[in-house]
């Protein structure tokens, strides 16, 4: 019984090398435009509504979890339900079209609900943007994408609106395959538009479904179509810290297939494998790191997946062209080689915890691999990225993060050098300063150091 279970996970997963809709694909849209008392929007309906049906149907094949003209209960409900369903998916995405406003650099979204008169209702009748990345980045999604179609002016009395900005803060990318995209930049306004859609809306819709565009090429030509029909008033910004190539529609390289279905069956009269051993091998998934394949063997030396294991581990040893795509459908495109994906090339240690470094040609990501005891305190899980930047000529230039439980992730600037055998880089910038309530309060220096550890294998 259990070899015939076997034989049909195999096809299953056989299946999905070909079939998008193996995929699991999850997203949230919401739409939010007729506001009691900060000022009707005309189009966020119609975006969220255009938005959900095109991401369900055709190429994308998404579950969707819409929620329009939601009060700030239906929002959490929408959200509690995307971030449930989106558990270990292999995309997760997020659009937001509303109103939205920034206040002491956080970002607010707006129910139509609310009824804001001071910071106190702010704080209880408004999302934290924070808390939607929060839930992308603890869904464990492979790829992990926000949209955020907000901030067409700032809807608050004066009375409320000590600490704001214009426009929205930028919010970074600060866990490894996630992508962020603003309709505009920061601290700048977005346009609600005069065609049913709004400008950023109507780019996606346009370009979402072609099909072999990697998404960030698909970006750059949705911020050219914004960029145009704004009469350069307006730019799209994106973020992203995406490990591999991601193709929405259609991919130049078909969907890997996990190292489940690379085993043949046992054979008549062979051992049967047990129930957590089969777990341990359908966990690896299409794109396991070499510290699980290890780990698997640490466990089951012996075991199903054993062979295709060891296998691996030769040829993640050999020099590769890149991981495969994150996901992947039917459709085929030529191969784009730029940008290129990034592949993991060494493992760090970072004050007592273990941090990976993925580079490609000039770009440099370090995240955490397996963040030290009491680092989840503050928000920290794998995948948290470290630094974010270019290396040339061992000189570091980029973004930091630091983390805090009130305040999420806060990027800064950093630059610094390697040196010594084996090596040490030393990364230094000036840290912000933050209250409880996230404020800037003024800035400190602050030192990143990673010690070599290994070569990835």
């Given at each position: 019984?259990?070899?015939?279970?076997?034989?049909?996970?195999?096809?299953?997963?056989?299946?999905?090398?070909?079939?998008?809709?193996?995929?699991?694909?999850?997203?949230?849209?919401?739409?939010?435009?007729?506001?009691?008392?900060?000022?009707?929007?005309?189009?966020?309906?119609?975006d969220a509504d255009a938005m959900a049906t095109l991401l369900a149907?055709?190429?994308?094949?998404?579950?969707?979890?819409?929620?329009?003209?939601?009060?700030?209960?239906?929002?959490?409900?929408?959200?509690?339900?995307?971030?449930?369903?989106?558990?270990?998916?292999?995309?997760?995405?997020?659009?937001?079209?509303?109103?939205?406003?920034?206040?002491?650099?956080?970002?607010?979204?707006?129910?139509?609900?609310?009824?804001?008169?001071?910071?106190?209702?702010?704080?209880?009748?408004?999302?934290?943007?924070?808390?939607?990345?929060?839930?992308?980045?603890?869904?464990?999604?492979?790829?992990?994408?926000?949209?955020?179609?907000?901030?067409?002016?700032?809807?608050?009395?004066?009375?409320?609106?000590?600490?704001?900005?214009?426009?929205?803060?930028?919010?970074?990318?600060?866990?490894?395959?996630?992508?962020?995209?603003?309709?505009?930049?920061?601290?700048?306004?977005?346009?609600?538009?005069?065609?049913?859609?709004?400008?950023?809306?109507?780019?996606?819709?346009?370009?979402?479904?072609?099909?072999?565009?990697?998404?960030?090429?698909?970006?750059?030509?949705?911020?050219?179509?914004?960029?145009?029909?704004?009469?350069?008033?307006?730019?799209?910004?994106?973020?992203?810290?995406?490990?591999?190539?991601?193709?929405?529609?259609?991919?130049?390289?078909?969907?890997?297939?996990?190292?489940?279905?690379?085993?043949?069956?046992?054979?008549?009269?062979?051992?049967?494998?047990?129930?957590?051993?089969?777990?341990?091998?359908?966990?690896?998934?299409?794109?396991?790191?070499?510290?699980?394949?290890?780990?698997?063997?640490?466990?089951?030396?012996?075991?199903?997946?054993?062979?295709?294991?060891?296998?691996?581990?030769?040829?993640?040893?050999?020099?590769?062209?890149?991981?495969?795509?994150?996901?992947?459908?039917?459709?085929?495109?030529?191969?784009?080689?730029d940008p290129p994906p990034y592949t993991i090339s060494s493992y760090?240690?970072?004050?007592?915890?273990?941090?990976?470094?993925?580079?490609?040609?000039?770009?440099?990501?370090?995240?955490?691999?397996?963040?030290?005891?009491?680092?989840?305190?503050?928000?920290?899980?794998?995948?948290?990225?470290?630094?974010?930047?270019?290396?040339?000529?061992?000189?570091?230039?980029?973004?930091?993060?630091?983390?805090?439980?009130?305040?999420?992730?806060?990027?800064?600037?950093?630059?610094?050098?390697?040196a010594g055998e084996p090596p040490i880089i030393t990364l230094r910038?000036?840290?912000?300063?933050?209250?409880?309530?996230?404020?800037?309060?003024?800035?400190?220096?602050?030192?990143?150091?990673?010690?070599?550890?290994?070569?990835?294998?």
């Open positions: 019984m259990i070899r015939r279970c076997v034989m049909l996970l195999c096809l299953f997963w056989l299946a999905g090398a070909t079939v998008a809709l193996a995929d699991k694909r999850v997203a949230l849209v919401i739409g939010n435009g007729d506001y009691r008392t900060l000022g009707r929007l005309a189009n966020p309906v119609a149907g055709g190429p994308l094949g998404f579950k969707v979890i819409r929620a329009t003209d939601a009060d700030h209960a239906a929002m959490l409900r929408a959200m509690s339900e995307f971030g449930n369903e989106a558990t270990d998916a292999d995309i997760a995405l997020v659009y937001y079209a509303g109103h939205g406003m920034q206040v002491d650099q956080r970002n607010f979204l707006i129910p139509v609900g609310a009824d804001i008169k001071s910071r106190v209702d702010l704080a209880t009748q408004t999302i934290k943007l924070d808390d939607i990345s929060d839930i992308l980045s603890a869904s464990g999604a492979k790829a992990k994408i926000l949209l955020v179609d907000a901030c067409r002016n700032n809807p608050l009395p004066a009375s409320a609106s000590r600490g704001a900005s214009r426009g929205l803060a930028r919010l970074d990318a600060a866990s490894t395959g996630t992508l962020v995209a603003f309709a505009t930049g920061p601290n700048a306004v977005a346009d609600d538009g005069d065609n049913g859609h709004s400008p950023f809306a109507a780019a996606l819709l346009k370009r979402l479904p072609e099909a072999g565009i990697e998404i960030r090429r698909m970006l750059a030509l949705v911020r050219q179509d914004v960029h145009a029909a704004t009469n350069q008033r307006q730019t799209p910004w994106v973020d992203e810290a995406l490990l591999g190539d991601l193709y929405l529609s259609g991919s130049a390289i078909s969907g890997s297939v996990p190292i489940a279905t690379q085993q043949p069956s046992p054979a008549p009269g062979s051992p049967v494998p047990d129930k957590a051993d089969m777990a341990a091998c359908t966990d690896l998934g299409t794109e396991p790191t070499p510290i699980k394949l290890e780990a698997y063997l640490d466990n089951f030396p012996k075991g199903y997946c054993a062979a295709s294991v060891r296998r691996r581990l030769e040829a993640l040893a050999k020099p590769a062209a890149g991981p495969a795509p994150i996901s992947a459908s039917p459709a085929s495109a030529p191969a784009r080689p760090w240690n970072h004050n007592g915890s273990r941090v990976a470094l993925s580079a490609s040609e000039g770009n440099r990501l370090f995240y955490y691999e397996a963040p030290r005891p009491g680092l989840a305190e503050v928000g920290v899980r794998k995948g948290a990225l470290l630094f974010k930047g270019s290396a040339s000529g061992g000189i570091y230039r980029g973004q930091a993060y630091v983390f805090s439980r009130e305040c999420g992730p806060i990027s800064y600037r950093v630059e610094g050098s390697a910038g000036k840290a912000p300063r933050r209250a409880k309530d996230c404020a800037q309060t003024g800035w400190r220096d602050d030192t990143l150091v990673f010690r070599y550890d290994s070569a990835a294998r």
